[in-house]
T-cell receptor
Framework: KAGVTQTPRYLIKTRGQQVTLSCSPISGHRSVSWYQQTPGQGLQFLFEYFSETQRNKGNFPGRFSGRQFSNSRSEMNVSTLELGDSALYLC????????????FGSGTRLTVV | GENVEQHPSTLSVQEGDSAVIKCTYSDSASNYFPWYKQELGKRPQLIIDIRSNVGEKKDQRIAVTLNKTAKHFSLHITETQPEDSAVYFCAASSNAGGTSYGKLTFGQGTILTVHP
């Protein structure tokens, strides 16, 4: 079956713009988590969604937001982009909240110039 | 919040040798500990995980041990091969209070290089 699909793979944006990233979980998976990966900070948790509800949130500013749709697909949005937002954004999905096997997608590489 | 420390940051071994990566965590409520392997330009892949009610788990050449008292867990790779070269991340999570395991706190990663 198909894995976790993230689109687009690459993005280049200008400071001050906003961006929306998409994540389609493995079919049947209902829990989606988002992470930011940078060389300096490593992998950092952004937020988690289940049944269209945000279940958990990391320590990121309010410019970072997300949502989940009824088909479990998720999007994250970053507004007023800053140079420091350049990173690989990864999403991971799991069957449900009680399941602990999270599978990652290949990520979206965001570059802010 | 949870804090995970991972050592060493780089590890170089000869093919056939063993490799050990160690992590410590701070939150005693953490009860799930996965390890991910990330090759250059690829997604992190879950290679093995352990829950807090188990002290050791093995899958072929890979094993993980957990010491809850000391709050540390380790990844052991035996008979290393060049294709084991990658960045390895440990992580910790907790479903305490009815939350999910979805909030993983990661270590900083270990770059493992296996020389032929």
């Amino acid at each position: 079956k198909a894995g976790v699909t993230q689109t687009p793979r690459y993005l280049i944006k200008t400071r001050g713009q906003q961006v929306t990233l998409s994540c389609s979980p493995i079919s049947g998976h209902r829990s989606v988590s988002w992470y930011q990966q940078t060389p300096g900070q490593g992998l950092q948790f952004l937020f988690e969604y289940f049944s269209e509800t945000q279940r958990n949130k990391g320590n990121f500013p309010g410019r970072f937001s997300g949502r989940q749709f009824s088909n479990s697909r998720s999007e994250m949005n970053v507004s007023t982009l800053e140079l420091g937002d350049s990173a690989l954004y990864l999403c991971a999905s799991s069957l449900d909240l009680l399941n602990y096997g999270y599978t990652f997608g290949s990520g979206t590489r965001l570059t802010v110039v | 919040g949870e804090n995970v420390e991972q050592h060493p940051s780089t590890l170089s071994v000869q093919e056939g040798d063993s490799a050990v990566i160690k992590c410590t965590y701070s939150d005693s409520a953490s009860n799930y500990f996965p390890w991910y392997k990330q090759e250059l330009g690829k997604r992190p892949q879950l290679i093995i995980d352990i829950r807090s009610n188990v002290g050791e788990k093995k899958d072929q050449r890979i094993a993980v041990t957990l010491n809850k008292t000391a709050k540390h867990f380790s990844l052991h790779i035996t008979e290393t091969q060049p294709e084991d070269s990658a960045v390895y991340f440990c992580a910790a999570s907790s479903n305490a209070g009815g939350t999910s395991y979805g909030k993983l706190t990661f270590g900083q990663g270990t770059i493992l290089t296996v020389h032929p």
